[in-house]
């Protein structure tokens, strides 16, 4: 658990960020490290060390002899390193070294490092070439997954990947916003390789990987994970780049984003249209800045509000609170101060044009009611400096309220932005293929390290492809997304109630389309859209409970929320292959509908039983099934074993009710499921102030025991409804903590 952060450590934090983020200074190797120790490349050239980061992650650090300065560790978790593994030569002219379990050979002409089990299994071979400064490694055979987000398909292998950043990607129409992050893993293997220097080439479309930099650096670190399973991978990734942050449980409500408001009356309107069609929501973004003609600013990069748009800024925030609901605001810096490198928030706090240093201006607004930002722009930015900036709106936000969880989504970042915020995939275009791309998108970023991803739904640039069939599929796909968010130009067709108005207005945007790429007027007064919509919705705020649950794991283990299926079936090469469906936690499977006009839906299921949760009905699993779909189906699958808790519809995330909790059980294995509670906004979880019900399913005998984790603090007196799926009736309990057992 993260130590209880405190304002004081909050201002140390940023005063020192800069010394370890964007290692400015010049230094010498050895004043950091101590005395350089390793096996020097042909000709004496580089000098190589290891380090046992642990049991499962090797670091490998290649120093250009003569020069000094550090390497570009960016996004690695600052630390004190151990001592670099003692080096042994060898009759036989090369150098070993023993690294727990492994025998590492370094052999020096060519250098080459080959790395054994104790078995002698060789697990991983890498060659350092000195006159190019490329890395070669083994890929076996099997599926290559990682490089972050966006721009090639979830098996990496075959691809040439340049790692560059930004939105202007041939491939825009179908991933979005491009954000590398050098982070390869191999499926057949279980390893993991990072790349600590942020830009240069992947090139996976031979027989074995190479990485070549794009520029030349005197110190450059590579990491190796050698794990025994995926989640075991996870864990040592991590460790390296840092443990998803645990955000306000507000985040993980919906929330409606916009291209532009009029008024403040218009944004109020909306707020008390959803209060009263009974469509749930936790918070409105509000997007309008320089670009757009009614922007909550008074000019782009601006920190002062319109007063033709927010005549009483805080006023009307309170207004929106009263409604319960959160208030987000669009911020886009000028380009002038989006470039290069931008300094981390200490003492060039002095400098207002600095991009990374201008929270003072963000304070004022905040104070206003501001609950959260979202940063945008910042395609031309190095990643150290994109994670200075995604760092300064999660600390800068606790220097106002210490403990309130901070809430910032950003379009840019790098590895290690999971420790400060979430993302989302740029401004896609309004495709079916766009929609197909954005699941292999999400599950990359996830075994990435990044857990909190979405898109914007429906797709953010309309097409002559954007109709209310589209819509509604990418709304089901998003309500099993960590971040559920409807946004983009024509902003009325993004609103759940939005294809019955029968327009796409304001016109400030008809002007830039064609006529054959606008919904056909028909299509403007589609009745099925908004109950569909209010469905999912609704689906989405019972299964809080479960993704709550979800979220905590991620916060422990580093596990993300959208898992690829190699996460549970290493060994099943069917489900290692599948890129079109995911797992939502460890038990739900999720396979949208990415088809214009589909009718059915085959779907791979991996070994086991499976209930669809629509209409229970059971089916064994290792094959292929296919499911008749209508538009208001996506299909969903549970895993036999599972524990689901399902909560009550709530029209936000913290709203009370008196309806009992309800734990369904779906019977055909055994089960566990932790089901975790919290304040949902504070750091008080950190000092024990939450509660954790272990729960176990003995499928044998039909019983469901429940147990308190002491570790947590808060007392439980929870009503708990207790159902099987194909058993008739429900048993409804009142667990106070201690150990009970319900036979079914």
């Known amino acids: 658990m993260r130590e209880w952060i405190t304002r004081r450590d909050v201002l140390a934090g940023l005063a020192l960020g800069a010394s370890n983020l964007l290692f400015a200074r010049s230094v010498n190797a050895a004043e950091v490290f101590g005395p350089l120790q390793g096996v020097p490349a042909v000709g004496n050239t580089h000098l190589l060390t290891l380090v046992a980061v642990s049991a499962k992650t090797l670091r490998l650090r290649v120093v250009q002899q003569g020069k000094h300065g550090l390497a570009s560790e960016i996004g690695i978790v600052p630390r004190t390193w151990p001592e670099p593994l003692s080096l042994a030569d060898t009759d036989a002219g090369h150098s070993t070294a023993i690294w727990g379990s492994h025998k590492i050979k370094i052999e020096e002409r060519p250098w080459r490092i080959s790395i054994e089990d104790d078995a002698g299994k060789l697990r991983q071979q890498l060659r350092f070439d000195p006159s190019t400064g490329a890395i070669h490694f083994e890929i076996a055979e099997g599926p290559l997954f990682g490089l972050g987000e966006g721009s090639h398909p979830l098996n990496r292998r075959g691809t040439l990947d340049s790692m560059r950043n930004g939105q202007h990607e041939p491939d825009l129409a179908t991933y979005g916003t491009r954000v ?3 982070w390869v893993i191999g499926a057949t293997d279980t390893w993991g390789l990072f790349f600590a220097h942020p830009w240069g080439t992947f090139d996976l479309s031979g ?53 532009t408001l009029a008024s403040r009356d218009e944004v109020l309107n909306e707020a008390k249209t959803f209060r009263e069609k009974k469509l749930p929501c936790d ?8 670009f757009c003609p009614s922007g909550w600013n008074t000019g782009h990069g601006s920190f002062t509000f319109n007063p033709a748009v927010f005549p009483d800024p805080a006023a009307m925030f309170r207004q929106m609170h009263d409604e319960h609901l959160k208030v987000v605001l669009h911020v886009v810096s000028p380009p002038e101060d989006l470039h290069g490198e931008v300094g981390d928030t ?8 600095d991009a990374a240093v201008y929270w003072p201006k963000h304070r004022e607004v905040q104070r206003t009611g501001v609950d959260g930002w979202w940063p945008d722009e910042g395609d031309e930015l190095v990643p150290a400096s994109r994670l200075a900036r995604n760092r300064m709106y999660w600390e800068g936000s606790q220097l106002f309220q210490p403990n309130v969880r901070p809430f910032a989504l950003h379009r840019n970042g790098y590895a290690g932005i999971q420790r400060y915020g979430w993302m989302w995939s740029g401004d896609t275009r309004s495709t079916w293929k766009t929609l197909a791309g954005q699941i292999m998108d999400g599950i990359n970023v996830g075994l990435c390290g990044m857990p909190y991803w979405g898109s914007d739904t429906g797709g953010f640039v309309p097409t002559k492809e954007f109709t209310a069939e589209l819509f509604v599929r990418w709304f089901q796909f998003s309500s099993f997304c960590p971040s559920f968010r409807c946004h983009g130009r024509t902003w009325k067709l993004r609103l759940p109630w939005g294809w019955d108005l029968g327009s796409y207005e304001p016109s400030e945007f008809t002007s830039q389309f064609a006529a054959d790429i606008l ?33 905590a794991e991620a916060h422990a283990t580093g596990l993300p929320l959208m898992r690829a299926l190699w996460l549970a079936y ?63 189906t996506l299909p969903l699958y549970v895993k036999a074993g599972t524990i689901l808790p399902i909560g009550p519809v709530k029209q936000y995330a913290q709203e009370e009710s008196k309806e009992p909790l309800t734990l369904r059980i779906y019977p055909g294995a055994d089960g566990t499921m932790s089901l975790y509670e919290d304040d949902g906004s504070s750091y008080d979880y950190q000092r024990g102030e939450f509660r954790r019900i272990e729960c176990s399913w003995n499928n044998a005998e039909h019983t469901l025991t429940l147990k308190a984790d002491t570790s947590g603090r808060l007392p439980i007196t929870k009503v708990l409804s207790i159902e099987a799926v194909g058993n008739p009736g429900s048993k409804r309990i009142t667990f106070s903590g201690k150990m009970i057992s319900i036979r079914l």
């Open 180 to 182: 590398p992050i050098p």
């Open 207 to 259: 027989a074995d990987g190479k990485f070549i930099p794009s520029e030349s650096t005197p110190t450059r670190d590579i990491f190796l994970v050698l794990a025994d399973t995926p989640a075991e991978l996870m864990r040592e990734c991590a460790e390296l780049t840092g443990y998803p942050h645990m955000p306000p449980l507000w985040a993980l409500g919906y929330q409606q984003s916009h291209r």
């Open 283 to 290: 918070a409105m973004i509000y997007l309008g800045t320089g």
């Open 346 to 353: 200490g003492e060039a706090l002095k400098d207002p044009s």
């Open 519 to 551: 919904p056909k007027p028909e299509d403007l007064h589609n009745t099925a859209v908004e109950g569909i919509c209010r469905k999912y919705l609704n689906l989405r705020y019972q299964l809080l409970p479960y993704l709550y649950s979800m979220v």
């Open 570 to 632: 290493p060994d099943d090469a069917k489900a290692v292959a599948t890129d079109d469906a995911y797992l939502w936690g460890s038990n739900l499977l999720v396979a949208p509908v990415v088809e214009q006009g589909a009718t059915h839906r085959a779907t791979y299921l991996p070994r086991g039983v499976w209930w669809d949760y629509w209409n229970n009905a059971r089916t064994e699993g290792g094959k292929e099934v296919t499911r008749d779909v209508d538009l208001e």
